[in-house]
């Protein structure tokens, strides 16, 4: 199957990695000590690697290639991915529902106090992708400043607590309601701009409050953050540490139901239609008479609601927040969760988060590589998956035909 | 008065290196429509090889003027190679996909280049050799601007010059501005126009290279993350401009330049960053086509 001609363009391809990462791979300095490092074995590495993934990449496009080809024919090319096949099917769907639900109500009383935390945490990214699947996937609106309703619900619920002695079941609504306005907020200035621009705003705004936390010390208490904040309560009842972890591994279970619950309805209501169809074409979609500011403005708040909400769980979990915890990097991380999900596809998007968080906690030794691994992904599913690994599907209205109601 | 003209100088050397690296956004954009999120890294990668090339050839022990020129031409050379490598694996294989793919394809493309540099060399910053001898005639001057300040003025001029030759009156030069206006038509009159948007990614990243080699010696140091900052930054001052148009990508540089260092200079240096995001915002509220950007008109 492999032509010598592949062979020839593989190595060439080697041949020019090998040229490429040579500075950067392959010596080391440390000016100071005035020390060079050469690692040859890199340079052996990158050839042989870039020889066998030149194979994979070009047998990847041929299958793209092909892909298109069969969708200009005519061809079938609507077949349902098997996760949605399976979801249709009511025989498989209930139990396997039943059993995941199970296993998520045991989950705490089956693995240690650890692994809780780090589910609490997926479960916080699971809150924080579906919100960002609003505004990215379903009203396609880039923002990559999407943390920065993150930490204004986490500072919301921080500084509240700090000033005025709010409790956790207060500030979650207040934190809430505070981000949407932040949404509205930072929507107005936005409205006007196409998508990159957009990107570049948003990013800029994450990046704004970013900087106003580290700096204003008077008002977030600089980059020490703010520590001793309480967890949430239960009727006033004392929780030891071990118990008021699971307790804030019920309350994410059952906010993340809500959010489930409430995207779903909202993908196919009025409002979520309109999203969908500013997403597909902006134009045809004002003069279908569908109101562009208002449409996008809700997507924002909306949006940011649900980031804040993730915010005060966020600092009731840790019980400190500081601007660290608030970078570019996790808007970017988040992104990844709707994008390597499918964008517009709910249970994409859990999974998504499931897996972009929990693998590099189980992966340890591979950590270091997260990011770069994340950047990678980033690049091949937009080339080869556009779609996610558990695309949406699209809503299909089928003619069912006429009822003969009337037989007289 | 002298620290007016301090800052007017910092803001004017500021604004060349961001002009540097806001042609090569300008100018992709120009062409593809595409943020090229990675370009900052491009930068990075440009001041990092020479920095590699220059600690080498310190030990060899040449004298500072060849290594300079040396460490220069192989920064080129590689953010050219980068460029290339980068517009083949990431964006041409999406030339046809919707405007959110190529821009998160992007996203990843930088996220990647940022890491690669950090797991292959280090996260510290790095000491970076200050290699412009000072001149003996700035002497009087130096309490208001430095040699190496003189050195970014005048190369940026010269880069400019050549640009500008090189779009308006040269054969790929000429296809290039044919490109921009209408693809498709420019690939009936046959123009080779995958070759065109190679030449540009590949020109934008020597512009670029030599942004990342004068500002590495200016500021003294570098690590992974500068080109990041530098490439949102310089992305600020293309939009300021108006995006596609490279005159607009250099006055909007030097505009941004000047509203940072007076802005630092006379109200607070912690909030270096914001100043550049809010006058971005303002920017695109009052004028979303840029300083010099025509607004366009969508037909139907």
């Not at chain 1, 032509?3 to 440390?30: C, G, H, Q, Y």
């Not at chain 1, 000590?33 to 870039?50: A, D, F």
């Not at chain 1, 309480?230 to 591994?249: A, D, Q």
């Amino acid at each position: 199957m492999i032509t010598f001609d592949e062979i020839k363009k593989a190595f060439l391809v080697s041949i020019w990695f090998m040229f490429l990462t040579f500075p950067i791979m392959v010596i080391r300095v440390n000016p100071v000590e005035h020390i060079v490092e050469w690692r040859w074995k890199n340079m052996l590495v990158v050839g042989i690697g870039s020889f066998l993934l030149s194979f994979v990449w070009n047998y990847l496009m041929k299958r793209k290639e092909l892909g298109f080809k069969k969708a200009e024919s005519g061809e079938e090319t609507g077949t349902i991915p098997l996760v949605q096949r399976i979801l249709g099917e009511k025989k498989i769907y209930i139990p396997a529902l039943v059993v995941a639900g199970i296993f998520t109500i045991a989950f705490p009383f089956i693995f240690s106090l650890y692994q809780t935390n780090i589910m609490v945490s997926a479960l916080i990214y699971v809150m924080l992708g579906l919100g960002l699947n609003i505004v990215v996937g379903l009203a396609g609106l880039l923002d990559l400043g999407y943390v920065a309703f993150y930490a204004v619900g986490a500072y919301a619920y921080a500084l509240l607590n700090y000033h005025f002695g709010i409790s956790f079941w207060i500030a979650l609504p207040i934190g809430g309601l505070l981000g949407a306005t932040f949404g509205i907020l930072l929507g107005f200035p936005v409205l006007r701009l196409r998508g990159d621009y957009l990107a570049i705003v948003t990013l800029g705004f994450g990046e704004i409050i970013r900087i106003i936390l580290e700096n204003w010390n008077e008002f977030s208490f600089g980059p020490s953050g703010i520590a001793n904040i309480p967890r949430p309560s239960l009727f006033g009842i004392n929780l030891s540490v071990h118990e008021s972890t699971i307790y804030i591994y019920y309350i994410m279970i059952a906010l993340c139901l809500f959010t489930v619950f409430v995207v779903n309805r909202l993908q196919d209501s009025r409002i979520g239609r309109a999203w969908i169809a500013l997403r597909e074409d902006e134009v045809a979609c004002q003069a279908m008479g569908i109101d562009k500011t208002k449409t996008k403005l809700t997507a924002f708040s909306l949006g940011a609601t649900w980031a804040s909400m993730a915010g005060v769980m966020f600092a009731a979990k840790t019980t400190f927040v500081n601007p660290a915890s608030f970078t570019i990097w996790e808007s970017i991380i988040i992104l990844c969760i709707v994008v390597l999900g499918g964008m517009g596809s709910i249970i994409g998007v859990i999974a998504g988060a499931l897996v972009l968080i929990l693998m590099p906690e189980y992966l340890r030794a591979f950590s270091e590589y997260r990011m770069l691994a994340f950047g990678v992904l980033l690049v091949v599913m937009m080339i080869f998956r556009p779609g996610g690994i558990i695309p949406n599907v699209r809503r299909v209205y089928t003619f069912q035909g006429v009822k003969n109601t009337d037989k007289s | 008065m002298d620290y007016f003209l301090e800052l007017f100088l910092g803001g004017l050397t500021r604004g060349s290196i961001y002009a540097l690296i806001a042609l090569g956004y300008t100018m992709v954009y120009g062409i593809i429509e595409l943020i090229n999120f990675a370009h900052g890294e491009i930068y990075m990668i440009g001041a990092f090889t020479a920095l590699i090339v220059i600690s080498v050839l310190t030990l060899m022990g040449m004298n500072t003027i060849a290594i300079l020129v040396i460490a220069g031409v192989v920064a080129v050379i590689y953010s050219c190679a980068y460029g290339y490598t980068v517009e083949k694996i990431a964006y041409k294989p999406l030339r046809n996909a919707p405007r959110l793919s190529a821009l998160i394809s992007a996203i990843g493309m930088s996220l990647f280049l940022q890491n690669y540099v950090l797991l292959a060399q280090t996260s510290d910053f790095l000491p970076f050799p200050s290699l412009i001898p000072d001149f003996e005639f700035m002497e009087p001057y130096a309490h208001i601007i430095g040699s190496t300040e003189i050195v970014i003025l005048i190369t940026t001029a010269v880069v400019m010059v050549l640009l500008t030759i090189l779009i308006k009156f040269t054969r790929i030069g000429k296809a290039m501005r044919a490109t921009s206006q209408d693809k498709t038509m420019a690939m009936l009159v046959g123009i080779n126009v995958n070759r065109v948007i190679s030449v540009t990614f590949v020109v934008g990243s020597a512009t670029a290279a030599i942004g990342g080699v004068l500002i590495a010696s200016h500021v003294g140091m570098i690590n992974f993350y500068v080109g990041f900052i530098a490439g949102i930054k310089a992305f600020v001052a293309a939009v300021l401009g108006g995006i596609g148009s490279i005159p607009g990508a250099v006055l909007g540089s030097f505009v941004l330049g000047w509203t940072e260092s007076f802005a630092t200079g006379y109200v607070s240096s912690d909030y270096e960053d914001v100043f550049a995001f809010l006058f971005l915002v303002l920017i695109l509220i009052f004028r979303p086509a840029g300083i010099l950007g025509r607004s366009e008109k969508h037909k139907i």
